[in-house]
């Protein structure tokens, strides 16, 4: 009984350098939320997927930021070129289909620490 | 545009005191309401949801939320705190607009023995 599943759970990274999460859903989701979360400041959305196609990025940074849900695989974010302000909590969530009454299920999170 | 508000970053007390955790949302359409529960270094999972019918909706770990149009409001609470209940708790929003709930800053729920 697999839920939404992501790793690595802690990942750090020297300035520079990039990170990459990843994030199976739960079987049988198609959509994938990411969120990152900040001491203090709760859950900040970043992008919505279904597989091969970016519903809403609206909340990724202009710069630096990708994500894709290919059609075979784990959903991807990737930070490049990190800097200490990208240290965080990343947290993915999956739903069956699009819909605003739907429950979203989260994962245990990827905590990013940039040296 | 939706948005939540959650009054009050900490709430602390007794165990065996009620529990009361504000929020208050914005919504230009009738919105469907959320409360996770986070404990430390793990995700969020869901206590309870609001989605239509009954304004009063029971969760797990013995917890519910009302639904007041008339307040904008969905607080939540539990008769009795445990220790167990001690956590960081989001109320989220997300309206007939957008697929994407907007959480709360979250409130951390302090329980005292």
């Known amino acids: 009984n697999a839920g939404v599943m992501q790793n690595p759970r802690h990942l750090v990274r020297r300035r520079g350098q990039e990170a990459r999460l990843r994030c199976s859903p739960m079987?049988?989701?198609?959509?994938v939320y990411w969120y990152r979360q900040l001491p203090e400041e709760g859950l900040k959305f970043m992008v919505y997927?279904?597989?091969?196609?970016?519903?809403?990025e609206s909340g990724m940074p202009k710069e630096r930021f990708s994500a894709e849900f290919p059609k075979e695989g784990p959903s991807i974010l990737r930070i490049q070129q990190v800097v200490r302000g990208d240290s965080a909590a990343y947290f993915c969530?999956?739903?069956?289909?699009?819909?605003?009454?739907?429950?979203?299920?989260f994962g245990e999170g990827s905590w990013l620490t940039v040296v | 545009a939706q948005s939540v508000t959650q009054l009050g970053s900490h709430v602390s007390v007794s165990e065996g005191a009620l529990v009361l955790l504000r929020c208050n949302y914005s919504s230009s359409v009738p919105p469907y309401l959320f409360w996770y529960v986070q404990y430390p270094n793990q995700g969020l999972q869901l206590l309870l949801k609001y989605t239509t019918g009954a304004t009063l909706v029971k969760g797990i770990n013995g917890f519910e939320a009302e639904f007041k149009k008339s307040e904008t409001s969905f607080h939540l609470t539990k008769p009795s705190a445990h220790m167990s209940d001690a956590a960081e708790y989001f109320c989220?929003?997300?309206?007939?607009?957008?697929?994407?709930?907007?959480f709360g800053r979250g409130t951390s729920l302090i329980v005292h023995p």
């Open positions: 989220a929003v997300s309206d007939g607009g957008s697929y994407i709930p907007t």
């Open positions: 997927l279904q597989k091969e196609n970016i519903i809403d």
């Open positions: 079987k049988g989701h198609s959509h």
């Open positions: 969530a999956s739903t069956e289909e699009g819909g605003s009454g739907n429950t979203i299920y």
